[in-house]
T-cell receptor, first 115, second 115 residues
């Protein structure tokens, strides 16, 4: 079945370091891909999304490119801040008709940014 | 402001008791979802509803029940049949787009602890 695999955390970085969180997926058809962020004690918020191959989603300095050839959607940021400390979830929405809003989530990656 | 309200934020339950978690949204969204979050396991779908008076089981529905009598409300009951109910529960809603996946909007979650 469809699934998402993302790198295990925690990822610990110093402020202004470069961030990459890897995400790969398995899906039939052409899923939409998402990154959600969860700050401590809160629910999830959509960070960015891409709905077709080669699309790049971006928001708040974060970017991710939908790579169908490698089935990947890696999250990157050029210079992280302490305020970016959170758990990041990669997710996909299968696109084979019907309930396409049933997202499948990865296990989450905790990012800790130190000053 | 529009959003999703979950209550209570923290809940303690004795074994053998049923508890109901509330989820209310004023976003006028058709679809609502319940997810369970456990450390290291990401989010798993319990139930979802795309229209009033209709709902579907997700991946881990055993020991849970829901109702959808109003568009704004989607309460989740954790029954005594749920063997391991201690978890963080997240409610979400979305527009039903049909042809492509839409964004999920999440509440802040309810943490249930069984004593």
């Amino acid at each position: 079945g469809d699934s998402v695999t993302q790198m295990e955390g925690p990822v610990t970085l110093s402020e202004e370091a470069f961030l990459t969180i890897n995400c790969t997926y398995t899906a039939t058809g052409y899923p939409s891909l998402f990154w959600y962020v969860q700050y401590p004690g809160e629910g999830l918020q959509l960070l960015l999304k891409a709905t077709k191959a080669d699309d790049k989603g971006s928001n708040k300095g974060f970017e991710a490119t939908y790579r169908k050839e490698t089935t990947s959607f890696h999250l990157e940021k050029g210079s992280v801040q302490v305020s970016d400390s959170a758990v990041y979830f990669c997710a996909l929405a299968p696109n084979y008709g019907g309930a396409t809003n049933k997202l499948i989530f990865g296990t989450g990656t905790l990012l800790a940014v130190q000053p | 402001d529009g959003g999703i309200t979950q209550s209570p934020k923290y809940l303690f339950r004795k074994e053998g008791q049923n508890v109901t978690l509330s989820c209310e949204q004023n976003l006028n969204h058709d679809a609502m979802y319940w997810y369970r979050q456990d450390p290291g396991q990401g989010l798993r779908l319990i139930y979802y509803s795309q229209i009033v008076n209709d709902f579907q089981k997700g991946d881990i529905a055993e020991g849970y029940s829901v109702s959808r009598e109003k568009k704004e409300s989607f309460p989740l009951t954790v029954t005594s049949a749920q063997k391991n109910p201690t978890a963080f529960y997240l409610c979400a809603s979305s527009i039903v787009t049909g042809g492509s996946a839409g964004e999920l909007f999440f509440g802040e979650g309810s943490r249930l602890t069984v004593l």
